[in-house]
């Protein structure tokens, strides 16, 4: 079984039974023509793997889209430039990510919390009237019952007896 350098399967292992239908259909001289890069393999690496794969069983491979046909020398060389690309700007977005205005400072983007410390104590306190349920208390603060269970972990042990008990009032 071919592995790669983390030592998990090729993607052609693991590949959707109708891929593996597809390229075991195949036979040296043929050409397998796909829509997009993009639907034929799931990462560059993928792509990289599989039309090797394909070429060392002296198979085509051709892509619509992007216009690539790897049978011919140029064709090659334009899938390998095309592939060295995608790597190098997959890069540059992790550099970028990792260089950000918030990455120095210890900050994680998306959007802000709602749950400060101080909604999280009201609710704590409103949580003790057990005539109050976990919504009203939610509407009250101004937040989603969501947030108070992401923020409150024992929450959820806290609400099953009181809906138990509420539904046999």
């Given at each position: ?15 959707p039974p109708k ?9 040296p001289g043929d ?117 108070l269970y992401n ?19």
């Amino acid at each position: 079984m071919p592995e790669d350098l983390r030592g998990q399967e090729v993607r052609q292992e693991r590949a959707p039974p109708k891929l593996k239908a597809c390229h075991a259909f195949l036979d040296p001289g043929d050409t397998l023509v796909a829509p997009s890069l993009d639907r034929y393999g799931r990462s560059l690496q993928d792509l990289i793997s599989m039309v090797a794969e394909l070429r060392d069983r002296g198979i085509g491979f051709t892509s619509l889209h992007e216009n690539l046909d790897t049978t011919t020398p140029g064709g090659r060389l334009v899938f390998h430039v095309f592939a060295a690309l995608a790597e190098f700007i997959r890069e540059l977005i992790a550099i970028g990510t990792n260089e950000s205005p918030a990455a120095p400072r210890g900050r994680v983007g998306g959007r802000p919390t709602v749950a400060t410390e101080e909604v999280i104590k009201a609710a704590r306190d409103l949580l003790l009237d057990p005539d109050r349920s976990i919504t009203s208390i939610a509407k009250l603060l101004g937040v989603s019952p969501g947030t108070l269970y992401n923020h409150i972990p024992d929450l959820r042990a806290v609400a099953v007896p009181r809906q138990l008990e509420a539904r046999t009032r």
